[in-house]
């Protein structure tokens, strides 16, 4: 298996918490096997955090606290520098800002690609952007 390095978007992380209906739920949860058992080294961007602190909101404190240090104790937190987050603020190139965070978290992370259930968002990015499905594909 080929080592990589990887930002996880927050909807891969969101999956992996949540057993949610989606397409990639089953890939999201194997990567995030890969990277517990060092495989592959993930990243996530700092600011996923509180968008998946929102997401749990229903559930209590206690399980949110726990489902986010899980993901602590197997990911790596990036956080853009100011000068990176101000082109984000300023580049009109991705349509959503969160996304072009995610970018930015995954040049400073210097990561091989970006993991996504929604390519589209990253169809401009400087850096590939696969599925959990292609990432397991070229992780064969």
Not at 10 to 35: A, G, H
Not at 62 to 68: G, W
């Amino acid at each position: 298996m080929k080592s990589m390095d990887i930002l996880i978007d927050t909807n891969v992380l969101i999956n992996y918490l949540t057993n949610r209906e989606d397409p990639f739920l089953e890939e999201s949860i194997q990567i995030m096997k890969l990277c517990a058992c060092d495989a592959i080294h993930g990243y996530y961007a700092f600011h996923s955090l509180s968008t998946i602190w929102y997401v749990l909101r229903k559930w209590p404190d206690s399980r949110k606290r726990d489902a986010l240090q899980g993901l602590c104790s197997i990911l790596s937190s990036v956080a853009p520098d100011n000068h990176a987050i101000m082109d984000a603020i300023h580049d009109d190139s991705v349509a959503d800002f969160e996304d072009c965070l995610q970018i930015k978290c995954a040049e400073a992370a210097g990561v091989d690609a970006i993991v996504t259930c929604n390519i589209g968002d990253f169809k401009n990015s400087s850096l590939m952007a696969v599925t959990p499905a292609e990432l397991l594909k070229l992780l064969a």
